[in-house]
């Protein structure tokens, strides 16, 4: 099963390429020859973009995690700018 698809090809029938990457997987979509873009489910979108981790999950695991670091916010007000 072939999932590289010419742009002009992916154009006029972009109902089957979707319908391909529902069922196969990942279709690609060359422009001039070269590969330009990847078309995939949406369920494997998000699995890809969704980061690895947590921040809270990764700042309980750093390696400073209980090491009593405090941080003071300097609480003087702001300079003044002239805006004229």
Do not use: C, H
Not at 1 to 15: G, H, T, V
Not at 32 to 46: M, S, T
């Amino acid at each position: 099963m072939n999932n590289i698809w010419q742009l002009q090809d992916a154009k006029s029938k972009f109902s089957e390429v979707v319908e391909r990457a529902l069922a196969q997987g990942a279709q690609i979509v060359t422009r001039r020859g070269k590969n330009a873009v990847v078309i995939l489910p949406f369920e494997e979108y998000e699995r890809l973009t969704r980061p690895d981790d947590s921040l809270t999950n990764f700042l309980q695991t750093s390696p400073l995690a209980g090491s009593e670091l405090f941080i003071e916010r300097d609480r003087s007000l702001p300079r003044d700018i002239g805006l004229d």
